[in-house]
Structure formats: structure tokens, C-alpha cells
């Protein structure tokens, strides 16, 4: 087999190798006499759901707009809290990426518009220069 169709088939199933990862930690888990391992593992519905969602690299140096088409910003980073709050570092400003970094929560922007744009309804670039900078590792 060739290393171009490896990366075919690593590309094919993301989640077929999930049931033997989960059957092996219920195995091991068994075997070593620790009963009390945690079982994670996403159902059928849920990877079907995981595959329908949004890979963070692919939303990441997007352009935001406002619901007037208007843009605001740049998808700059993402930052994922420790209590599971998601939150998306927007560059906003004339200069693109190097414009002032603010954070918002991920649940404010709609991804899936007819328009392909990722909207960030009823915010102006005003509003957003008016926010808290974000400063990165802090």
C-alpha cells in the first residue's frame, strides 16, 4: 500500500477505531482489577453529530460579519475553559489579523448562514473595540 492511500483511509473513518479503543479501556480495566475506569466514548448519534460540526481549523482566520454583511474581525484562536465555556479570540480592526484580539463565546456566532460567512449578529466593529484586549497566556 502507498503513503498516498494511507492518508485516503485515515481520512475515510474518524471514528472506526473508537469501539476497539473503548473495548480495550473496558478490557484493561477489567484485567488490572481497577472496575472503576471511566468509559468514554461517543454513541452512534454523537459521532454522526461530531461529524457534522466544524473542525477548529477550518473556522480559524475566517472572516467575521455582522448580520449587515458588514465584516468586524478575523477568527484569531479559540480558548476552551476549564468549566467547558468555549471562546473565540476575534482579531478586529482595520489590520486583520494583528488587529485588537477580544474574546466572546463561541454559542454568539451562527456558523451555519446561507451565506457561508461566519455572522456574529448585531455586533459592529465599534462594539467589539470597546471590549476587553484579550492577552494571550494570561
Request: hydrophobic share 45%.
Amino acid at each position: 500500500m502507498s503513503l498516498e492511500n494511507d492518508g485516503d483511509i485515515m481520512n475515510k473513518s474518524r471514528f472506526s477505531f473508537l469501539p476497539s479503543v473503548v473495548l480495550t479501556t473496558v478490557a484493561l480495566s477489567s484485567w488490572t482489577g481497577h472496575g472503576a475506569a471511566q468509559e468514554i466514548a461517543l454513541s452512534p448519534l454523537q459521532a454522526t453529530e461530531v461529524a457534522k460540526g466544524y473542525r477548529a481549523d477550518a473556522l480559524k482566520l475566517m472572516a467575521v460579519v455582522n448580520d449587515k454583511n458588514v465584516p468586524i474581525g478575523r477568527v484569531n484562536d479559540f480558548i476552551f475553559g476549564k468549566d467547558g465555556s468555549i471562546f473565540v479570540v476575534l482579531a478586529v480592526g482595520d489590520s486583520g489579523l494583528t488587529g485588537q484580539l477580544v474574546a466572546i463565546p463561541f454559542h454568539s456566532l451562527k456558523l451555519d448562514d446561507p451565506s457561508g460567512n461566519i455572522v456574529l449578529p448585531g455586533a459592529s466593529r465599534a462594539a467589539l473595540e470597546k471590549l476587553p484586549v484579550f492577552l494571550p497566556g494570561r
